[in-house]
């Protein structure tokens, strides 16, 4: 994607104008006009020419729906470079000083170390988290079912790997960055629906939500279905890999993965706030509407930062435990942190029918989010379906608190104790 701006119109009684997605203004630019006389001379005036796109797609219908309008993501704009250059600062002041235009911000890419270490399997180790976390005591109370999909937006997933046999939905990979892509290792062009990992971070998220356990441990929830949505691509800087793509694919990314069906939503990433609107901000808001839990990963810094979706109030971010059961020392914390989880040398599935151990709170967040779909299969087992405050207080409730107060700076309400949490959500339901 060339560089581009993100444009929310503000409210008003006239329905938003209507453009094509930016998917499809790729390979067809009709339907890419400026939104108004006032922004089109804007632009003239700088001599910068762009194709004014959608940024999201209605959902059901081509229409869209009351929960769409309300979190505005029927307002929102991708106004995309005719050619690459410098998008002068005055422009958008300029802009953002209209009075149909709510906000304008520049679109950026967010990028994170993909894993603090990643090393070949040991066996000795594989049993660890799950007895951290009351697993075993857990999965007989259920495995999961298979009309619970928890989407995994990452790096993508090897859907080939023995682990996940019968265990994957149809995914989409949302990665398309052309201005800066020199920077990029393998694909980096072209949204389609091959979501393919190349670097083995989605793989291993996903062992740990929904691996069979043949050549590892079962994942926490070993009976439903992963929906694997790429939207990192892999970037190298001095020798290091990075998860990186366009904030924006990512939320439609989000979007996607809602209007498909998922009940849940894993994000092992997180992207710091830098100016403009908040990250994710609208597409966490529908996803609140709508009733979907996202599952964030607090950072790998072992400071006290803020890292998005996991700083809204409405995503359960998860900090990462040691072996020991304590706060990792990598983990990052502070008052959004909800729960940590095990996070250290864990082993999972990668690329190729292998297998690595490795350590982040990209790791602890499947465990929670694969624990969210034990709990909503119990609800769905019984004709029934839990709502996203639901699971997040009932994660909550049970949580092993690390000392006598009831929230702690570093851990957050606790460590994940999925057998307490099944044994509570059975209760509600019967």
Known sequence: MKPHLILRLARSDTPPPRRAHWTEAIRDKSLTAPLSPAIGAALARHGLPVWTTAEYRPGAGGQWSEDERAAGLDRIYRLVLERNGRIPPALIDEIRLLPE???????QIGAERLAPRQSVAQSR??????????????????????????????TGVDIGHPEFEGRMRDGADFVNILSGAEEFIGDVIGADHDP???????????????ARGLGMSSGVAPGCTVMPVRVLATMER???????????????????????GAQIINMSLGVRHEGGGLPHQEVVDYARRKGVLIVAASGNDGTETLYYPGAFESVMAIGASGEDGRVAGFSTFGPQVKLIAPGEEIVSARPG????????????????????ALLQSLAHRAGGRFSARDLTEILISTADRPGPRYRDRRAGFGRLNAADAMRLARARIN
């Open 101 to 107: 235009v709510e906000d304008l911000r520049v679109g």
């Open 125 to 154: 180790r594989q049993r660890r988290p799950q007895a951290q976390i009351g697993l075993d005591l857990a999965h007989r109370m259920g495995r999961g079912e298979p009309t619970v999909t928890v989407a995994v937006l990452d």
């Open 196 to 210: 393919a990992d190349e670097v083995g971070h989605g793989t291993h998220v996903s062992g740990i939500i929904a």
């Open 353 to 372: 029918g292998g297998y690595a151990a490795a350590s982040g709170t990209s790791q602890a967040a499947p465990f929670v989010a694969g624990a969210a």
């Open 238 to 260: 001095d020798g290091e890999k990075l998860g990186a793509g366009l904030i924006e694919n990512i939320n439609t990314g989000v979007k996607y993965a809602i209007d498909h």
